[in-house]
C-alpha cells in the first residue's frame, strides 16, 4: 500500500487535469511499465484522494478545519454561505473549490487566502470585503513562493489588492471578475498584482474600478490576453522592469490612461483594443524606455493621445488603426529606429507629434485621412510625398495654449503655408508611399472596439 502511496502522490498532477503541470521525467523505463506504472498509479489516487466537505451541516464546518485535516491529492469541497474567518491559508497541495457561490467575507479586516503550497486550485468563490491597509498587502488571494497553481473563475469585491503573486512561476489567472470600490491612488491598490514572478498566464478577466487593472513589475516570459480591463484610476495594465512577455487580444477602456510599459524590453502587443482614455495627460498606450518591441494589428479609439513615446527604440509600429484620437503618435527624444507602417490614421486632431531633431526612423506606407495627393499610375500609393507633422502642431507643442484656435481659419492657412513651403517642420518626418485607400488591418481585436 506504501507502494501505491507514492504513485498516487506521482500521479496527482493528471487526474486533477492542471495543464500547468507534468509527467515527472523518469529514467530506464520501457512504454510497457511505463504504462502499468500510470495504471497502479491511478488506482492508487482512487484510494488515496479524499473529498473533504463543508458547510453548516457537514463533518466540517470551516474552511480551515478542512484543509488543516486535508492532505496533498485532496479536494475541499466549500458549499454555498458566508465563512468569516479570516485569512485562510492554503499549505497542501489541494483542489479548493466553491459550489453555489460560497462567500469568504474580510469584513474589511484581512486578506482571505494566502497560497504558499505548489499545485494549488481555488475556483467557484466569491471573495470580498478585505478592507484597505496601509501596513500590509491585503488581498483577496495571495500566492507566495509557490509553482503551478490554478486561480479561476472567482468573483472578487472590494478587495484591496485582488489576487497579488509575488516570487511565484508557472500560474495560472483565468475567468475571474474583479471589481473594487477605488476612489483615489493612495487608499487602492492593484486588481492583479504580479510581482517578480515567470511564466503567468492572465487570461479572459474582467477587472474594474482599482488602481491598476493588471500590474507587472519584473514579470517575465508571461502571456496577458483577452482580458477587460476598464474603469480603473490610474492604469488598465502597466509593466515595469518585465522582458519576453506577450499581451494580445485585450480591451482597454475608460481608464486613467491606458497601458504603461516601462523600462522593459522585446514585449510583443498585437490585437489589443486602446479606447476612451481620456484626459488631461491621458493616453491609450505609453512606452518609456522599451526596446525591441512589436505593436501590431491594435486600435486606438478616442484616447487623448494615441501612443505616447518616450527613449525607445527598435520599436515596429505596424497596421494600427488610430481612429478619433487628440494625437494619434505623440514622440519624444531618444526614439530611434523604428518603423512605422501600413497603419490608418483617421480622423486624428494631430496624426503625429515628433520633438527630436535626431530621427533615422520611417514612416512610409501609411494611410492619412486628410492626404490629398494624387495616384497617376494607379499603384494605389499617393505620387505626392505625406508630411504628417503640421504647423500647428509644432505650435501647440510651444504653446499649448494656442489649442483655442484648433479650429480657425488661420489654422488652416498656416498649415497650407507650411505645406507650400516647409520651414519649421521636420524634413525627415515624410511618408513617401502613402496609401490611397484605406488599409484592410481586419483582425480578431478590431471586433471588440464596438463592446
Not at 172 to 197: D, F, P, R, T
Not at 232 to 245: A, E, K
Request: hydrophobic share 40%; aromatic share 12%.
Amino acid at each position: 500500500m506504501k507502494y501505491l502511496q507514492n504513485f498516487s502522490n506521482l500521479a496527482y498532477p493528471l487526474v486533477r487535469n492542471n495543464p500547468l503541470r507534468s509527467w515527472p521525467k523518469t529514467k530506464n523505463i520501457s512504454s510497457r511499465n511505463f504504462f502499468i506504472v500510470l495504471i497502479i498509479s491511478f488506482l492508487g489516487c482512487s484510494v488515496f484522494a479524499d473529498t473533504l466537505e463543508v458547510c453548516s451541516s457537514c463533518e466540517y464546518t470551516s474552511v480551515s478545519e478542512a484543509i488543516a485535516k486535508a492532505k496533498d491529492g485532496d479536494e475541499v469541497l466549500v458549499k454555498g454561505g458566508v465563512y468569516s474567518e479570516g485569512n485562510i491559508l492554503v499549505d497542501k497541495s489541494i483542489l479548493l473549490k466553491g459550489i453555489d457561490d460560497p462567500i469568504l467575507d474580510g469584513k474589511d479586516q484581512s486578506g482571505l487566502l494566502t497560497i504558499t503550497a505548489n499545485g494549488v486550485t481555488i475556483e467557484g468563490f466569491v471573495i470580498q470585503n478585505v478592507g484597505t491597509s496601509y501596513l500590509k498587502d491585503r488581498a483577496g488571494i495571495k500566492v507566495d513562493k509557490a509553482k503551478n497553481f490554478i486561480i479561476r473563475n472567482n468573483r472578487l469585491l472590494n478587495t484591496f489588492f485582488g489576487i497579488y503573486l509575488a516570487n511565484s512561476s508557472d500560474g495560472l489567472v483565468a475567468n475571474n471578475k474583479l471589481v473594487g470600490q477605488a476612489v483615489e491612488e493612495m487608499s487602492s491598490a492593484n486588481a492583479i498584482h504580479i510581482w517578480y514572478c515567470k511564466r503567468i498566464t492572465v487570461e479572459d478577466n474582467l477587472v474594474r474600478q482599482h488602481r491598476d487593472g493588471i500590474y507587472l513589475e519584473f514579470v517575465d516570459n508571461s502571456l496577458i490576453r483577452r482580458n477587460t480591463s476598464e474603469d480603473n484610476l490610474r492604469y488598465g495594465l502597466h509593466f515595469m522592469f518585465s522582458n519576453n512577455d506577450n499581451y494580445f487580444h485585450n480591451v482597454f477602456r475608460r481608464n486613467g490612461a491606458g497601458v504603461a510599459v516601462m523600462f522593459s524590453k522585446k514585449i510583443n502587443m498585437w490585437n489589443n483594443v486602446f479606447e476612451y482614455n481620456w484626459g488631461k495627460a491621458s493616453y491609450g498606450l505609453l512606452l518609456k524606455e522599451i526596446y525591441d518591441a512589436d505593436i501590431k494589428n491594435n486600435a486606438f479609439r478616442e484616447n487623448t493621445i494615441g501612443i505616447l513615446v518616450e527613449g525607445s527604440t527598435r520599436i515596429n509600429y505596424l497596421q494600427n488603426d488610430f481612429i478619433s484620437n487628440g494625437w494619434a503618435i505623440k514622440i519624444s527624444g531618444g526614439c530611434l529606429d523604428n518603423v512605422i507602417s501600413e497603419n490608418n490614421f483617421l480622423s486624428n486632431t494631430f496624426e503625429l507629434s515628433l520633438k527630436a531633431s535626431v530621427n533615422n526612423n520611417t514612416f512610409d506606407g501609411n494611410f492619412w485621412s486628410d492626404y490629398n495627393g494624387y495616384d497617376l499610375d494607379r499603384d494605389g500609393i499617393g505620387d505626392v510625398p505625406y508630411r504628417p507633422v503640421k504647423l500647428f502642431n509644432y505650435i501647440v507643442n510651444q504653446t499649448p495654449e494656442a489649442m483655442v484656435l484648433l479650429r480657425s481659419l488661420f489654422v488652416d492657412i498656416i498649415n497650407f503655408s507650411e505645406k507650400v513651403s516647409p520651414v519649421f517642420t521636420p524634413e525627415n518626418v515624410i511618408d513617401n508611399q502613402p496609401a490611397m485607400k484605406q488599409i484592410d488591418n481586419t483582425s480578431e481585436s478590431l471586433s471588440l472596439k464596438t463592446h
